[in-house]
């Protein structure tokens, strides 16, 4: 089970950090991905690290300004949000999975565990 948290409103330029609790299962092994979601749009990668300290990924769109992290002694992964733009509005969620492979860390269809999305609203 994922629980998604720390969402909120927030302007511009300004910093959210997400948090994505994990149960139920060996989290240091799986590969955990944060997916986002604005109204009319699908759902859109955003980033994801590796289990057992593998590396960790970027959609262009936020790379440099995102940083996401895991705690296994705390089965919690993090996702810090800097310099927020309104385009980055959108529900987030957490997804996890223990055996997806490298070309398909993008790809929301690949991973088996979600949570239930976090709203974030960047105003301008």
């Known amino acids: 089970q994922l629980q998604a948290s720390g969402g909120g409103l927030v302007q511009a330029g300004k910093s959210l950090r997400l948090s994505c609790a994990s149960s139920?299962?060996?989290?240091?092994?799986?590969?955990m991905g944060w997916f986002r979601q604005a109204p009319g749009n699908e759902s859109e990668f955003v980033a994801a690290?590796?289990?057992?300290?593998?590396?960790?990924y970027y959609a262009n769109s936020v790379k440099g300004r995102f940083t996401i992290s895991r705690d296994n002694a705390k089965s919690t992964t993090y996702l810090q949000m800097d310099s927020l733009k309104p385009e980055d509005t959108a529900v987030y969620y957490c997804?996890?999975?223990?055996?997806?492979?490298?070309?398909?860390?993008?790809?929301?269809?690949?991973?088996?565990?979600w949570g239930q999305g976090t709203l974030v609203t960047v105003s301008s």
């Open positions: 997804a996890a999975d223990r055996s997806i492979i490298l070309s398909d860390l993008r790809r929301a269809g690949a991973y088996d565990h």
């Open positions: 690290v590796r289990g057992n300290g593998g590396g960790t």
């Open positions: 139920g299962r060996p989290f240091r092994t799986y590969t």
